[in-house]
């Protein structure tokens, strides 16, 4: 069955740096989101992509949180000028056409770790 | 904007009865409805959803049912075997491609 990958499982990011992480959706999918969970609480909405333009995002995807699809295969998030607050578990899922029973299929997510 | 509550945060049952997960919402322009497990250390897998026009699905040992009135919906899973063991999280959305609101999950224990 195909599967949403991410890339690495584990990142550690000194405060202040910024880190991307990628995800390769399923093929034939053409809805992307990323989602993140803070240790012990709810899986939170971040943002959602379609047609190379980002079609829904939360309050908290600000101006430090960008998304791209720099090639046919990758999705990436970028933070830029990390802080505590951001360590979490990211995941990355995508889903079919418009319309489709297809449900959201979900990475296994990569911890965010800063220091 | 949408609000899932989850309940109970966690629960423990003796392998072979039944567990029963509840959620609400809050937001009756919600339409979609998936249910995930997550295993320790693993991604989030989908096990069954539904859709608003319909009250109740199954899919073998598994069944969720659906309030629209109320709001409520709930995961019922018979027989439990120990491999049920995970942390369970409701969710709702207009569709299947919209975004997921979640719930804060529940961790379910089988005890053998």
Redesign the interface.
């Known amino acids: 069955e195909p ?2 990958t991410q890339t690495p499982s584990h990142q550690v990011t000194q405060m202040g740096q910024e880190v991307i992480l990628r995800c390769v959706p399923i093929s034939n999918h053409l ?1 992307f ?1 990323w ?1 993140r969970q803070i240790l012990g ?5 971040l943002v ?1 992509f379609y047609n190379n333009e980002i079609s ?1 995002k ?1 309050e908290i995807f600000d101006d430090q949180f960008s998304v791209e699809r720099p090639d046919g295969s990758n999705f990436t998030l970028k933070i830029r000028s990390t802080k505590l607050e951001d360590s979490a578990m990211y ?1 990355c899922a995508s ?2 056409y ?1 319309g ?10 990569t911890r965010l770790s800063i220091l | 904007g949408e609000n899932v509550e989850q309940h109970p945060s966690t629960l423990s049952v003796q392998e072979g009865d039944s567990a029963v997960i509840k959620c609400t919402y809050s937001d009756s322009a919600s339409n979609y409805f998936p249910w995930y497990k997550q295993e320790l250390g693993k991604r989030p897998q989908l096990i069954i959803d539904i859709r608003s026009n319909v009250g109740e699905k199954k899919d073998q040992r598994i069944a969720v049912t659906l309030n629209k009135t109320a709001k409520h919906f709930s995961l019922h899973i018979t027989e439990t075997q120990p491999e049920d063991s995970a942390v369970y999280f409701c969710a709702a959305s207009l569709s299947n491609f919209n975004k997921f609101y979640f719930g804060s999950g529940t961790k379910l224990n089988v005890k053998p």
């Open positions: 599967e949403v809805y989101y989602y609480q709810k899986v939170e909405f959602s829904e939360s995941f889903s079919g418009r489709s029973n297809q449900p959201q299929h979900f990475g296994d997510g």
